[in-house]
C-alpha cells in the first residue's frame, strides 16, 4: 500500500464534493456511453465522476460534459493472480493511456504502470473476488480499498468491510471508497447512485480533487452524512490515547470499529442510545427524529480509544441500513500489525495454502 497519513477533512479549506470514482460505459460493457452516462451522473448532484472502463482509457476531451460536473480519465486493470485465486481489479484513476495486463507476470507490475503515468490505484470489491488480506500484502502503491460497490449486490457481495478491517490489523493502513461500479441503466436502478465518496477540494477541478484523494481528504457513504469529526488527546487507563467524536445525520447506529475495542451507539425508542459492546469511555450527546417523524435517531457519539489501539474508524448506519465510512484514524504509534497464523508458522504471505 501507499504510506498512509490521516488528514481531517472537517478541519480543511474548501468544499465537499460528491463523486463516483467506478464507471464503466459502452466503451466496455456498460450499457450508456460516455456522455450520457455523465449527463445523468450530473443531474443526480454529482460533482466529478471518473470513467474506468475495462481496459480502455477514455478520450476525456471527446466527451460532452455537462457544466459543473469534473470528468477524470481511469480504467479498470485485470492482471492475473498468481497466487491462484481471482484475478485482480484495481480501479485506475488519472491514468491516460492504456495499460496491458495480458503476460504480466506479477500484478504489481500494472500498479507501477498506473504510477508511472502518475495515477493511483486502488483495490476494487475484495470481497467479490473473494480476496482475503494475504493478496493485497504483497502489493505496492495501493492506495486504499473499495469498501462498498453497488454492483457487486447483485451476487450479494457489495460490502467488503471485513477485508478492509482485516487490511487494516494485519497489514498497513489505508482509506476505503464506496463506488457504483456502474455498468447498467439508470432506470434498471440495480447499480447506480448508490455509493460515492465525499471529498473536500480546494477547488473543483481534476487537479484539486486527485489531490484531496491522494491526502485521503474524503469519507465514503451510501446514505448518511458525517456532518463533523473531531479528534483530541486524551487519557484511558492512565494512558495517552486519542478521543473521537463524530456528528451525523440521523442514525440508526454510530459505531467505532477499532482493532483492540470498539463500541456501537443504537438508537433506542426512550432517548440518548445505548452504546453496546463499549471497550473504552463513551458518550452520546445527540438525538433526532428518525426518518418520516418516525423512531428517534442518534446524531453525534464520542469515543476513547484504547491506548494499544492501532486505528479507528467511524461507520454510520441509517434507518434504512445504508451506511457510511471514515477513513481510519491512528491511534498509537507503536502499534504493530498482529502476524496472522500463517506468518507466525513461516508460511510466507499470500503463498496459495496461506489463505484464510
Keep these: ?10 478541519l480543511m479549506p474548501g468544499k465537499f464534493l460528491k463523486g463516483n470514482l467506478h464507471t464503466h460505459t459502452t466503451l466496455s460493457d456498460g450499457e450508456e456511453d460516455p456522455a ?16 474506468t472502463d475495462h481496459g480502455r482509457v477514455a478520450r476525456i476531451g471527446d466527451i460532452a460534459v455537462p457544466d459543473g460536473l469534473v470528468l477524470i480519465p481511469g480504467v479498470e486493470l485485470h492482471p492475473e493472480n498468481p497466487y491462484r485465486g481471482e484475478e485482480y481489479h484495481f ?5 491516460h493511456k492504456d495499460i496491458a495486463t495480458a503476460g504480466m507476470a506479477h500484478p504489481q507490475e500494472a500498479l507501477d504502470a498506473v504510477a508511472e503515468q502518475g495515477g493511483v490505484a486502488f483495490a476494487g470489491h475484495p470481497y467479490w473476488c473473494k480476496h482475503t488480506w494475504t493478496e493485497l500484502a504483497p502489493l505496492q502503491g495501493v492506495l486504499g ?31 476505503a471508497i464506496a463506488t457504483d461500479d456502474c455498468h447498467g441503466r439508470e432506470e434498471e436502478r440495480v447499480d447506480t447512485y448508490m455509493g460515492w465518496i465525499w471529498l473536500k477540494a480546494a477547488r473543483k477541478d481534476k487537479d484539486a480533487i486527485m489531490d484531496a484523494l491522494r491526502r485521503g481528504a474524503y469519507y465514503s457513504s451510501c446514505g448518511p452524512a458525517i456532518e463533523d469529526l473531531r479528534v483530541e488527546e486524551a487519557e484511558r487507563d492512565g494512558a495517552p490515547t486519542l478521543r473521537i467524536s463524530v456528528r451525523t445525520s440521523p442514525a440508526a447506529e454510530i459505531a467505532f470499529v477499532s482493532d483492540v475495542d470498539g463500541a456501537c451507539f443504537v438508537a433506542g425508542a426512550t432517548g440518548g442510545g445505548d452504546a453496546r459492546g463499549a471497550g473504552g469511555e463513551t458518550r452520546n450527546a445527540g438525538e433526532r427524529a428518525g426518518e418520516g417523524g418516525g423512531e428517534a435517531m442518534i446524531s453525534s457519539a464520542e469515543y476513547v480509544a484504547g491506548p494499544k489501539a492501532r486505528y479507528v474508524r467511524v461507520e454510520v448506519t441509517d434507518g434504512r441500513g445504508r451506511k457510511a465510512w471514515t ?12 502476524p496472522s497464523p500463517a506468518v507466525l508458522a513461516g508460511i510466507p504471505v499470500a503463498a496459495p495454502w496461506a489463505q484464510v
Design 36 to 51: 450520457e452516462r455523465a449527463a445523468r451522473y450530473r443531474a443526480k448532484g454529482y460533482d466529478f465522476l471518473a470513467i
Design 327 to 338: 477513513n481510519p484514524v491512528p491511534v498509537s504509534a507503536d502499534a504493530k500489525p498482529e
Design 1 to 10: 500500500m501507499s504510506r498512509y497519513t490521516f488528514v481531517n477533512p472537517w
Design 91 to 95: 480501479v485506475a484513476l488519472d491514468v
Design 145 to 175: 480499498i473499495e469498501v462498498y460497490n453497488a454492483t457487486c449486490r447483485r451476487i450479494g457481495r457489495a460490502d467488503s468491510t471485513a477485508q478492509w478491517d482485516e487490511y487494516l490489523r494485519r497489514v498497513a493502513l489505508c482509506g
